[in-house]
């Protein structure tokens, strides 16, 4: 056990605090500075090797390790999950490096990193709320060529954004686009939310938390400052819907969170558990309390 | 300068390193006038035609519309958002090839709806009725408004090209070799469909092309280009059947008659 704990020490000298070294922080911390002036805006930064692969948050964590200082709490979520694989292993890694304070209640946490979801606990003013983003750019299926779509960016033309909802309703009478829903960010950039379900889409609107986007394949980091207008694109016969399973959660049957789909049995038995594990514990625990 | 004009380009020259693509072309199109730009393969009539609708920067010369405010703008020196919005709001661009001009992944109705979103329709249902319109004027199957243009003829995803364009109601519409590589008949249909609507609505129109029997059909008038130069320019009638420039009479001459 002594013996452990030594060698873990040893780890943590041999990494610079939160594994990246200061000068890259800083240029970090540099392009996300700007990102938060411009809402919305996607702005290049020089992205690192990390020690995974590319699809693994790798442009999360590093805004993440740019933004830790010691006495922060650390909470990473996969799909709303605290115990899946990239959580674990993204946790660990921080645990590592920085030997920061680590949590799984959302309300207790100073930044979370995040993978495909928004907690359901209400986000507070001074937590930072950092997203893994694989495609920063929500018209990449749209318009092939970055030049182009980064003059759309800055004229302004969203049009094809909406031949993208246009042709969604024509195939399936309602916008089909589930996840990564386009936004409107303060009334200008059209924004990728990175794939989190269209539920949560509501959630980012006028949040007190800071959200930081980190896409570490292509290279790009955006923000969304507190309190800032955030808008789903649609149509005026057919507005915007946050939508979920229409069922309770098995375990603390909750109704209002984001639920997902299991397979129970052989025979294609299903049940619904929320997706968000620190909020179903939350809930099952005022249940008891109640039932007391 | 005249007033009354919709778009003039004055002494337009573009150059490709050391070699011509057009040199000193001057041309004015009046409103719902039809002007047919001919000349042999390389002859800077593709060229001028990029050139005078923005596409292409010039090396020299100026290009003002007259937009629908009754303001000159000169496409050299304004800026280019608002080039772009006019390029999709007052101008219309028909390629060869549809394939360059449509979204080839995207359904009939969501190519033609797109100019539309564009300049800011956000109702689902109005925008999907005047798809809907534009396919029945162009004589194609309202059924199909959900189906890609793979899946179309030529002839049609020719004609699914034009209804994207003209849906905006532009003033000018620039054509590139609008019929070429569409065998005679289609070609036939569409020059028919292009006369109706640009006498129907008064649009103006400029169509490059190497055919005659097309200028001849849809010009009002014509100019004939030879290696980056205008070599005759006139009423369409007057230089088909009395050109006065050695390169006309040959090019006149060497219609084929059937």
Sequence with gaps: MNEMSKNENLDIQIYNFAYLDENTKRMIRRALLKALCIPGYQVPFSSREMPMPYGWGTGGIQVTSACLIPKDVLKVIDQGADDTTNAVSIRKFFQKTANVAVTEKTSDASLIQTRHRIPETKLKEKQILVYQVPIPEPLRFLEPREVETRKMHALSEYGLMYVKLYEDIAKHGHIETAYAYPVKTNGNYVTDPSPIPKFDNPKMNNSPAIQLFGAGREQRIYAIPPYTNVKSLDFEDYPFEAMKANFKCSICGSSDSYLDEIIVSDDGKRSYICSDTDYCKEQTKLNSKKED | ?258
């Design chain 2, 1 to 258: 300068m005249k007033q009354n004009f919709l778009f003039q380009a004055s002494n337009i020259s573009k150059y490709y390193g050391q070699n011509i693509g057009c040199k000193n072309v001057s041309l004015d199109i009046n409103p719902g006038e039809v002007l047919g730009i001919v000349g042999e393969s390389g002859s800077g009539k593709s060229t001028l035609l990029n050139c005078i609708y923005g596409n292409l920067e010039v090396d020299e010369g100026d290009i003002f519309l007259n937009d629908k405010s009754k303001t000159i703008l000169n496409f050299t020196k304004i800026s280019e958002p608002k080039l772009r919005l006019i390029q999709r709001s007052d101008l219309a661009f028909v390629h060869q090839n549809p394939r360059d001009g449509l979204r080839m992944n995207i359904s009939a109705g969501g190519n033609i709806g797109e100019r539309l979103m564009a300049i800011g329709h956000r109702n689902y249902g109005e925008i999907r009725e005047i798809a809907a319109n534009w396919l029945e004027k162009v004589e194609i199957d309202v059924s199909r408004i959900d189906d890609k243009p793979s899946t179309f003829s030529g002839g049609m995803q020719q004609r699914l090209q034009i209804a994207r364009n003209l849906v905006t109601r532009p003033r000018l519409i620039f054509m590139d070799e609008p019929t070429g590589g569409l065998d005679v008949s289609v070609q036939a249909k569409i020059l028919d469909l292009l006369r109706n609507l640009v006498r129907e609505l008064g649009i103006a129109a400029v169509i490059v092309t190497h055919d005659l029997a097309v200028v001849r059909l849809l010009a009002d008038r014509i100019i004939v280009m030879q290696n980056g130069n205008v070599i005759e320019a006139g009423l369409c009638d007057q230089v088909l059947d009395d050109p006065q420039h050695k390169y006309s009479q040959l090019l006149v001459s060497s219609v084929l008659q059937v």
